[in-house]
């Protein structure tokens, strides 16, 4: 697992965080870098616990130099059961130290060694746990926020003015898989709710999960969903820290493969980038929205191939330019490529 910080316009020299030869490798469950207040970094990555094809923990890291050395790992959980845990989310919490939102598979051990082999949908089910480390890199808290979500899609994390907000697929007994969300007040967090009523039942993982951007009270999440057989992209805008959503939104025009990424920008818009399928091709998409449903132009960021192998494209906000990131897969050999455009703040027309 390798880093780079982009920097008077340019990338540095790709940094080793960790590396091992039993570590999960999965198109979806990715690891991360982040960077947290006072510049502190705190990475993750996924590496199997056991002979199961889905007996993987979570491992974290942390350095205090740039990157130059890190601490031993550790893993926010400690159940010690060979099941799948993954689709972390590291976020920086508001009184200082890291936040930690990850998928959490430990009731499916009731399903006996079926769930280690595959994605059992007997026994118990897949749960979203939260976790919290001081300054001290002590942890303070693990506590389970749903316990019965989908049992691979990526989860989500922002930073609101009254506290963390996380968004994540949930998955109901007769198999209804929509987006819901919880805040965390206080030390609790709110029961989780739908941002919104698709009624996307499926009897199967879509591994396709929402993405959050915050700023103040001001919430945005993307997602998709794939009622009637067609893929869609919806955004919802709240202005209550997450509390409501206002009406979704479609993102995409033909159809899409979901994917998504947003940025909520300094004048109250939002970047939502997707990938979109039209006419048997498969590209990497951004457009902007206001909060009233304004849309713009799409512009197209890149061709990809319409497989797992394109990943999940990324965006980031920096002042008034946007970044891109993506996989690209089109040469001899799989690369990672990104690319800068400069926003026009406004009205999204």
Request: hydrophobic content about 40%.
């Amino acid at each position: 697992m390798k880093f780079s910080t982009f920097d008077m316009g340019r990338w540095s020299e790709a940094r080793l965080v960790a590396s091992g030869d039993d570590w999960f490798v999965n198109w979806a469950d990715v690891p991360s870098v982040v960077r947290l207040d006072g510049g502190t970094l705190a990475a993750h990555w996924l590496q199997k616990s056991g002979t199961g094809t889905y007996a993987y923990d979570v491992r974290l890291t942390h350095s205090s130099d740039g990157g130059r050395s890190w601490a031993a790992p550790f893993t926010p959980h400690h159940d010690g059961t060979p099941t799948e845990h993954g689709f972390a989310s590291l976020f920086q919490m508001p009184a200082g130290g890291l936040g930690a939102v990850w998928l959490d598979g430990r009731q499916t051990a009731t399903a006996g060694a079926g769930h280690a082999a595959g994605h059992a949908t007997s026994g118990g089910a897949m749960t979203i746990r939260f976790a919290t480390y001081d300054r001290a890199w002590t942890q303070v808290v693990d506590t389970p926020i749903d316990e019965r979500v989908c049992d691979c899609c990526p989860t989500t994390a922002a930073i609101t003015s009254e506290g963390p907000v996380v968004a994540f697929r949930n998955r109901t007994e007769d198999e209804v898989r929509d987006i819901f969300v919880s805040r965390l007040e206080g030390t609790r967090w709110t029961d989780p709710v739908a941002v919104h009523a698709d009624g996307w039942k499926l009897a199967a993982c879509p591994v396709n999960g929402p993405m959050l951007s915050a700023r103040g009270r001001q919430v945005v999440l993307a997602w998709f969903t794939a009622v009637g057989d067609v893929g869609h992209v919806y955004v919802a805008f709240s202005n209550d820290a997450g509390r409501t959503f206002g009406e979704r939104v479609r993102v995409d025009d033909v159809a899409s493969q979901g994917r998504v990424d947003v940025e909520l920008l300094p004048d109250g818009s939002a970047a939502v980038s997707w990938i979109e399928l039209a006419g048997g091709r498969a590209t990497f998409m951004v457009r902007r929205l206001s909060p009233r449903g304004t849309r713009s132009l799409p512009v197209q960021v890149a061709a990809l191939e319409g497989s797992r192998t394109s990943g999940y494209p990324r965006i980031a906000a920096s002042g008034e330019a946007l970044m891109f990131a993506w996989t690209d897969t089109a040469g001899a050999r799989t690369t990672v490529r990104t690319a800068m455009a400069a926003l026009q703040l406004g009205n999204p027309e």
